[in-house]
């Protein structure tokens, strides 16, 4: 039954996400932002069992940087906010590491978030910013599947034994393959359909896939992390079968911003 669910899950949501990809601007930046406010507040939750949190105001203002869609603008307000979540939490009564690791967490969380989105609409990136986002998204779905089911069939080694015991080097393994030739077939296939497609690197593709293999199982160790620390089992259980939005946006949030530059200098050099 969790793996249905799982499943139907995926089968429902990755249709709203590519569209919202698709569309661009103010519907993608909406999505990024909820995606966001969303992830805040489970990891507020999980922090401190409860959202009446003083920061609350400053989560709920960070989503305006994916909606201004003015870059050097966005960045600054983007610090701006999280200079003052970081002064906001340090000043509660609560125990210091505590309150460090989520002021920490956050700005970790939003900036995986900003990049997901400057990644569609950088103007820099030209007509290849919408394959390259759908790059991003289908190296972390692909490597997160593959893993999970290259771990079940013939996980044997614990990949990190006192963080996650049920990640295996055998699931990161299938996690890598996959994340490599399911994007590649996407680009192959899409440049046959799609303008966008057509002038995309397949050496550009295969350097974020690897890339991907080694970055996406440290942003889900990450998030394991904290949630041995905090002592919790799921982020939230706002998707069936997958538990919050946290946990399945986890990989993807430490991936971003180095699929972001190295897709950015890939295109600068190719000038």
Not at 121 to 133: I, N, Y
Not at 135 to 157: E, M, P, Q
């Amino acid at each position: 039954m969790p793996l249905l669910l799982r499943v139907l899950s995926a089968v429902l949501l990755i249709p709203v996400v590519l569209a919202t990809l698709y569309k661009g601007g103010l519907w993608y930046g909406i999505l990024v932002a909820a995606i966001y406010v969303v992830c805040a507040l489970e990891l507020t939750h999980m922090v401190f069992k409860t959202l009446k949190h003083r920061s609350m105001s400053y989560i709920l203002l960070a989503p305006l940087p994916f909606l201004l869609q003015i870059p050097v603008f966005s960045y600054a307000l983007l610090f701006v906010v999280f200079f003052f979540v970081f002064v906001s939490v340090l000043s509660q009564k609560a125990q210091l590491m505590e309150e460090i690791v989520y002021a920490f967490s956050l700005i970790y969380l939003a900036l995986g978030c900003y990049f997901i989105y400057v990644q569609r609409v950088d103007p820099f990136l030209g007509d290849e910013a919408l394959m390259l986002s759908v790059v991003l998204f289908s190296i972390a779905w692909s490597n997160d599947s593959c893993a999970y089911f290259a771990g079940r069939l013939w996980g044997k080694r614990s990949l990190a034994k006192h963080i996650s015991p049920k990640k295996t080097w055998e699931g990161a393994l299938g996690g890598a393959v996959g994340g490599l030739f399911l994007p590649l077939l996407i680009v192959i296939i899409g440049r046959s359909v799609l303008p966008e497609a057509a002038n995309l690197s397949l050496t550009l593709v295969t350097l974020l896939a690897l890339l991907g293999a080694l970055v996406l199982p440290l942003g889900d160790l990450i998030e394991s992390s904290l949630k041995r620390v905090f002592r919790v089992k799921d982020s939230g259980k706002l998707i069936p079968g997958h538990g919050g939005v946290f946990d399945r946006m986890d990989s993807l949030i430490a991936f971003a911003p180095i699929a972001y530059i190295v897709s950015r200098l890939y295109v600068m050099a190719s000038f």
